[in-house]
């Protein structure tokens, strides 16, 4: 039995044989530290792409830049890809992004709500932060991609005030299940695509007044005025390929 009926847990043997029609192997844990790592090792060992490991509980899940993510037991979806993209991996910082054009998709359509993009890979619904993404090259050949996705989220379990949840947005749909299935279906379909015109399509930042803070600790302030051909923010003429993005106004 679980406690909170607000949050049952996902169907697996369900998932598992309808995303396999789809070629994924869904695997889904009880209880890790991060389904990045987890990917990320069997990555090494040799699995094959398609591999999918959802957690009903991740304690130590990791974010862009360092950052963590955090969710109480079932009520979000955590769960890491294992790609193996081929070609340059010069290419590779857009996987991310296009992913994040597949989870946003999936959002305005399934739980009707208007998810857009924050620069880079932030899914955000009235401003606020719903979904992250975290890329994580593990072998020459492999790409972990990782999602967090808020959904029965309350506000006081939410870790700052510019996150949300689907139900506190008011989505249409929270069952996990329905949305898992629909998340990979528009990943695997927004990656296959790579159409950076989508991607640019859904960024909110493209326009804004930002405040870019870069790994090296210094900080820029000014318009963002497009999303390069290498995936890279340019603000005021400068391309930065990573750093954290605040929405000035
Ligand atoms: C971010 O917004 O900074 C990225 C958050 C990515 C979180 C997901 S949850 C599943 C996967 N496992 C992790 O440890 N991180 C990603």
Known sequence: MYADLSRPPLRERALARALGRDGWRVEVVQRCPSTNAV???RARQG?????????????????????????????????????????????WPW?????????????????E??????????????GRKT???LAEVVAPDAVVVGIGLNVTTRREELPHEGATSLALAGAALLDRDTLLRGLLRRVHAATAAADADAYRALCSTIGRQV???LPDGSARQGTATAVDADGRLVVDGAAYGAGDVVHVR
């Open 47 to 91: 699995d094959p792409p398609g591999l999918v490991v959802v957690a009903e509980h991740q304690t130590a899940g990791r974010g862009r830049l360092d950052r963590s993510w955090e969710s109480p037991p079932r009520a979000g979806l955590t769960f890491s890809l294992l790609l193996r993209p081929g070609g340059e991996p010069a290419g």
């Open 95 to 111: 996987l991310p992004l296009h992913a994040a054009v597949g989870v946003a998709e999936a959002l305005r359509e399934l739980a």
């Open 131 to 133: 979904a992250g993404l």
């Open 113 to 126: 709500v208007d998810a857009v993009l924050k620069w880079p890979n932030d899914v955000l619904v009235d």
């Open 39 to 41: 990917v990320a090792e």
């Open 211 to 213: 405040r870019v803070s």
